[in-house]
């Protein structure tokens, strides 16, 4: 093969007329591509991995509600789920809804015949379940704990509302475990886990037919019930 010297030394030609220049652009486009195809993959892989809530976060339920996993809720403010018919149930099957900055998770607005059961509340520092007037609501096997440095919100708080049972409930770390407010009668609560928050149950004078029993009550700062 024969070889010509070309005016500029900074080039060599072959007899096929192929150039330095050329030679490194074939190198350079392949390299290029692998590293824009690079950065799409860590681009993706970023979005992919950020916390997106679930669609049902923040909503208004009306029909029976079964968990399959855990329900995130990460980043949602106000109530994670509003109860908004009565006689349905919201059955966690073991598994949690997790909420760091909601106020509460389930709200049940003048409800009757709501039972939530078999679920945890991760997270919120205000309260677990509120339930807001109405009757006859079931709680049952829910851990509504706080996690934070120190006591805050209401693992249950029912308010104005009567004849409702509270059963087999944990919620440690809690300003008040169970709070029951305004002018509410007939409570069952039994076999909860009332440990270790500022208040455990708090009854009001004046809430007649209320019963207290089958808890296991110790260490809580100021008083059990």
């Known amino acids: 093969m024969n070889f010509k010297i070309s005016d500029s030394p900074s080039r060599i030609r072959t007899d096929g007329h ?3 220049n050329k030679m490194a652009s074939w190198f350079a486009k392949p390299i290029l591509a692998l590293v824009l195809f690079a950065l799409l993959l860590y681009h993706g ?50 598994f949690s809804i997790l909420a760091d900055v909601a106020a509460t998770m389930f709200y049940l607005p003048n409800r009757t015949g709501v039972s939530v059961i078999n679920i945890g509340l991760a997270g919120t520092p205000t309260h677990g379940i509120l339930v807001s007037g109405g009757s006859g609501n079931l709680i049952t096997d829910v851990v509504a704990s ?21 059963t087999n409930v944990t919620a440690n770390n809690r300003t008040y ?26 009854v009001p004078t004046g809430s007649p037919d209320t019963s ?12 059990g019930v």
Do not use: F, M
Request: contains cysteine; glycine residues 12%.
């Open 18 to 20: 192929t150039s330095k």
């Open 45 to 94: 892989a970023s979005i992919s991995s950020a916390a997106v809530p679930d669609p049902i976060c923040g909503t208004t339920i009306t029909a029976d509600l079964t968990l399959a996993a855990n329900l995130d809720c990460t980043g949602v403010p106000g109530n994670i789920l509003t109860v908004g018919a009565d006689d349905i149930t919201i059955d966690g099957q073991g």
């Open 146 to 166: 706080w996690s934070g440095p120190s006591y805050s919100g209401n693992g249950v708080y029912l308010n104005h509302s009567s004849g409702n049972t509270v």
């Open 177 to 202: 475990d169970i709070r029951i407010d305004g002018a509410s009668s007939d409570y069952t609560i039994r076999c909860g886990s009332i440990r270790d928050n500022n208040y455990g149950v708090y």
């Open 212 to 223: 207290v029993n089958l808890n296991h009550i110790e260490g809580n700062l100021s008083y």
